[in-house]
């Protein structure tokens, strides 16, 4: 490392998690040293505490790698070739604030600043900060920390912000179409399950892919941010977004509970210019010989459903999606890519002729047939090659067929010991590999090789 960081984490302070983090130590090691359970014990007794705190105190929490309002590492978010953004959690005082910058370069002298300003105002918080890094170049690669202050706020003539707190300085590379090959991950449906998530991020940091693509039912029902913590930014188990960036596809469980409307706040939307602008969670993401193309797919039911009581309004959303895919797919982007992939929480197709379609009253959706009718005709027009779908919580690969240019592969699952799948996609110009692990014992559920479209 370059220039110290000038805050209160000095060399000697660091905890062994950053110290290792750095080092990159194997985290499977590190935590079974540490010892999980204590680990969780310290955010279950912060949980039963109550109070504003999103963790316990130190003496409860061992080796906590954070210092001052800082409570998480950071996330990298919503990657372009020429923009990457930064968010983490805090956990200010009782009675205090957070606001927080970016500080970045081409060097780990770092240099340029970036701040999550939104019309004059920097960011002030009890839960989360982030900031857009602009104006990068494509496939570079960056340095960058966090700055965190605590802000005692007692009216708009008396505020007092406290010294930064840096977290240790992190890299990360833009994407870039030049680049000469491309590997990403998919995890999808930890419902909130600690060791399905403990064993994900374990293999992510083994697996090391250039993304992370993190395909719906994060949890159950987005009731407080506390569980984005615990669920998405994973701060127990280490920085598995920190020199990679996450891609967050919604799926229909991510939708329920009264926070969900807030989830933006630790899930950053994507920005779509000009008449896509309304749109924020679908997202597409060029890098080297693959495009990648998230939808999201919405609720499991109709929005008619008593269910809801009138609160979903689903389906002109997807309407909206499969009109910004037709033109996605037609940007440079996407039609120079040799490999178009298409992430989506539900399925796109099912043989089974009694899976429920999602469009009607019974029951929930086994699949999405509405977004399919919708999507479908400009993915053949486009020649996609994959969908990559969850939500069934089982394991199944449907192959392309005459009538249906894309394959399908749906997989991923809470329970670690039967259903719990990372998916590994490697590619180059010439073929993109797809496995699908089994994380429990690291067994291959099913391997295909993909030939690249004519472009
Ligand atoms: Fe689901």
């Known amino acids: 490392m370059g220039e110290e960081p000038k805050g209160r984490i000095e060399k000697n302070d660091k905890s062994e998690a950053v110290i290792m983090e750095q080092k990159g130590v194997n985290r499977r090691t590190f935590l079974s040293a540490l010892g999980a359970a204590g680990v969780l014990g310290a955010v279950r007794s912060a949980a039963n505490a109550g109070g504003n705190r999103l963790y316990a105190q130190e003496n409860d929490a061992p080796a906590s790698p954070f210092e001052g309002a800082a409570a998480s590492y950071p996330v990298l978010q919503n990657p372009g070739p020429r923009g990457m953004s930064v968010s983490w959690a805090v956990r200010p005082e009782e009675g205090k604030l957070a606001t927080g910058w970016v500080e970045w370069g081409l060097t780990e002298a770092l240099g340029e600043t970036s701040r999550g300003a939104e019309f004059g105002l920097n960011q002030l918080s009890s839960t989360f900060l982030s900031a857009r890094i602009r104006g990068l170049q494509p496939g570079t690669t960056y340095y960058y920390r966090t700055a965190t202050c605590q802000v005692l706020f007692e009216n708009a003539y008396h505020i007092t912000t406290e010294e930064p707190v840096y977290s240790p300085v992190y890299s990360f590379k833009t994407a870039s179409r030049n680049a000469g090959s491309e590997k990403f991950a998919v995890i999808n449906d930890t419902h909130e399950a600690q060791p399905t998530l403990k064993a994900l991020m374990g293999r992510i940091a083994e697996v090391d892919p250039e993304q992370v693509i993190w395909n719906g039912d994060l949890l159950n029902s987005f009731v407080e941010p506390k569980q984005a913590v615990d669920s998405i930014y994973c701060p127990q188990y280490g920085a598995f977004a920190a020199n990679r960036p996450l891609l967050f596809n919604n799926g229909n469980h991510d939708h329920r509970g009264i926070w969900a409307r807030k989830k933006s706040d630790a899930l950053l939307p994507w920005r779509h210019?000009?008449?896509?602008?309304?749109?924020?969670?679908?997202?597409?993401?060029?890098?080297?010989?693959?495009?990648?193309?998230?939808?999201?797919?919405?609720?499991?039911?109709?929005?008619?459903?008593?269910?809801?009581?009138?609160?979903?309004?689903?389906?002109?959303?997807?309407?909206?999606?499969?009109?910004?895919?037709?033109?996605?797919?037609?940007?440079?982007?996407?039609?120079?890519?040799?490999?178009?992939?298409?992430?989506?929480?539900?399925?796109?197709?099912?043989?089974?002729?009694?899976?429920?379609?999602?469009?009607?009253?019974?029951?929930?959706?086994?699949?999405?047939?509405?977004?399919?009718?919708?999507?479908?005709?400009?993915?053949?027009?486009?020649?996609?090659?994959?969908?990559?779908?969850?939500?069934?919580?089982?394991?199944?690969?449907?192959?392309?067929?005459?009538?249906?240019?894309w394959a399908q592969v749906v997989g991923g699952g809470p329970e670690l010991e039967q259903n719990t799948t990372i998916m590994v996609g490697e590619a180059t110009a010439e073929k993109l590999t797809l496995r699908v692990e089994k994380v429990a014992d690291g067994t291959t559920l099913g391997e295909w090789d993909f030939a690249p479209r004519k472009v």
Request: hydrophobic share 40%.
């Open 273 to 405: 210019k000009g008449i896509f602008g309304d749109l924020g969670r679908n997202f597409v993401l060029r890098n080297g010989p693959v495009a990648l193309i998230g939808l999201d797919t919405g609720e499991d039911k109709p929005d008619a459903n008593p269910v809801f009581s009138g609160l979903a309004n689903f389906e002109p959303y997807r309407e909206r999606q499969a009109a910004w895919l037709s033109q996605t797919l037609k940007t440079k982007q996407v039609r120079s890519a040799p490999f178009i992939i298409v992430i989506c929480h539900i399925p796109l197709f099912d043989s089974r002729p009694d899976a429920n379609p999602g469009d009607i009253m019974v029951d929930f959706a086994a699949w999405q047939r509405p977004m399919a009718r919708m999507c479908d005709p400009f993915m053949e027009d486009a020649g996609v090659q994959l969908v990559i779908a969850a939500h069934e919580h089982a394991f199944r690969y449907d192959p392309a067929t005459g009538n249906r240019c």
